[in-house]
């Protein structure tokens, strides 16, 4: 699920200490890292990805930026409940026999943890598969079925999604597949907690200790940034480089 990069209109938590510009360069980043993660995965999982993307008519902003193979599909709805359902009911129509909806806002996702949401939905029976952000949302949601209940009175980028989810399966008598905990990068703490990741510490503790993806886009893209004149602005300071 991911939104077409364009300055102001992208990423615009993280502005400042980004311009719109670098913003928009960091979502596209972002959307090609995780694109890269989903195709690492095992030709044995049979997996598909597919940007489901929006605005409409924006394919063009793809160019580049998704592997060999990708598809893209337009979301519709005009809300974020509405354009979960339509997705996972699209998907589910084209013939698939699970969906994943992933964000793009976690570059550094290990392919482990989407090859576990594979396995556990290839599984007999119903379930969901969730993966917990560290916010309080979720990262993944895995459904062998298009349950919009699992969508429905949801109190959006609050910290109780995923709580409410959990909820809302056990309404559904739905048992939960839980992920391990991850990041999305949607303001300036999840940003320090990528430059962290890449360039200082390394693996988190708030995940883990669990070694993320190389995120080769996103590394190369904020390594410009640290090694501007005005590097300053982003508040992070590399262990790695001594500062």
């Given at each position: ?19 719109g510009?670098?913003?928009a ?13 989903i195709a690492?995965?095992?030709a ?12 409409a ?15 893209l ?30 964000n ?12 576990a ?37 949801i ?6 999604v ?47 200790g ?34």
């Amino acid at each position: 699920m991911c939104k077409a990069p364009k300055a102001g209109a992208s990423k615009t938590r993280l502005t400042p200490p980004l311009s719109g510009e670098e913003a928009a360069a960091l979502s596209g980043c972002f959307i090609a890292d995780v694109g890269a993660v989903i195709a690492s995965l095992p030709a044995t999982l049979a997996t598909r990805g597919l940007a489901v993307f929006t605005p409409a008519g924006a394919e063009a902003a793809f160019e580049g930026l998704l592997p060999a193979g990708f598809s893209l599909l337009a979301q519709r709805g005009d809300s974020l409940e509405a354009r979960l359902i339509a997705a996972a009911r699209d998907l589910f129509d084209s013939g698939h026999g699970a969906v994943c909806l992933l964000n793009s806002d976690s570059p550094t996702l290990p392919g482990a943890v989407l090859e576990a949401a594979a396995a556990a939905l290839a599984r007999p029976g119903d379930r969901l598969v969730l993966g917990p952000a560290l916010d309080g949302g979720y990262y993944l949601i895995g459904l062998k079925q298009a349950h919009a209940q699992v969508f429905r009175h949801i109190s959006w980028s609050t910290p109780h999604v995923f709580q409410q989810t959990v909820r809302a399966a056990a309404a559904l008598r739905l048992p939960v597949t839980r992920l391990p905990p991850w990041y999305d990068v949607d303001d300036l703490a999840g940003l320090h907690l990528l430059l962290d990741e890449l360039f200082g510490a390394g693996a988190l503790p708030a995940v883990g200790g669990v070694k993320g993806a190389p995120a080769c886009r996103s590394r190369q893209y904020l390594r410009q940034l640290l090694d501007s004149p005005d590097a300053a602005r982003l508040g992070f300071s590399s262990p790695r480089r001594g500062g």
